[in-house]
């Protein structure tokens, strides 16, 4: 079982009409001090550690999320990594993601960054129609991604993620074909497509709820979904997740920790973290918590114990996701002490007539069918 770091970075330049994400805007003056006390945090999970004492806990995989990390300077993220590796036993070689916006990153930046031991970008570049990032309120326009996947290129970068995002209001499935294309063009690693979501407490909600916009279009949006499987998988890219697309060999191996329900820490202003049996959130507002690690004082906010039956269903449910891997029969018997089957026959029995599951003795998958009615297909496994 593996584990995963995930740092978050709550902030941003401007505000997407579409986020509900812990980001805050204008607070640049505490970059600094925030960096600081997230260093603190890091560091206090290797407290008490000498030498002939506890060995440190292992972790596997780095996250740098937000928020725009690419607002911080390159020694500051590498400040955090080093943080990492003091605090935990990682890998040499570990996969380190940090997220990135078109238009705040150069080459000589991205230099600085790999050199700092980032080795996977993840570009948030959304749509190459200019009108629809008008929208969504990105500043970014698609020129500015094409040169920042240049210029990671030209320092060295050779796994890069772009996110996609379709069904938006009023978005037509040509657009959203050249969208894909465009992307296809610069030639990433990495393609996440994700379907909008609306969600309460943003412009965007704002804007649907008096009229101003329609809501997305769910059966156009699943038409762009299947217009972009075609597309990636005559590009040579795997759907290995039901969101995302890779070439070979390039699968994220954060996400996967997720999406397998495995653990991960969570360290920063609102970010949260599991232990796969409990599951916690830290203080959301920087300076709040700032001021708590200044303090010596706690930053969890909450936590959540996770009983064992809602444990299985979760990991059948993000296993799920997993086209091509879904859920492993013999990890999750040694995971839970019995075979799926144990737990779950009927729900795999009602989803093999209903044509939603694929089942053999080594795994658990969605069928074709299930794929586009995957939510269907997990409600099996709530009960």
Known sequence: MNTGIYLHIPFCRARCSYCDFNTYVGLDALFEPYVRALRQEILAQGAGRVEGGPMRAPAHTIFVGGGTPSLLRPDQIGSLIRACREAFNLPERCEITTECNPGTVSVDYLRALRAEGVNRL??????????????????????????????????????????????????????????????????????????????????MHDWTRRGELPLPDPDLAADMYEFAERALGQAGFEHYEISNWCKPGRACAHNLIYWRNEPYHGFGAGAHGSTIRRRYWKVKRPADYIARIAQSMPVELGSEDVDEPTSRGETMMLGLRLLREGVDQARFAERYGAPVAHFYARALEQGVAQGLLEVTDERIRLTERGQFVSNQAMRLFLA
């Open 122 to 203: 993840s570009f948030g570049a959304q749509s190459a129609n200019p009108d629809e990032l008008r929208l969504l309120g990105r500043e970014h326009g698609w020129d500015e991604v094409h040169t920042a996947i240049a210029a990671a290129r030209a320092a060295g970068f050779d796994n890069i993620n772009l996110d996609l995002i379709f069904g938006l209001p009023n978005q037509s499935l040509q657009s959203w074909q050249r969208t894909v294309e465009a992307a296809l063009a610069l030639d990433p690693d990495h393609l996440s497509l994700y379907a909008l979501t609306i969600e309460v407490g943003t412009p």
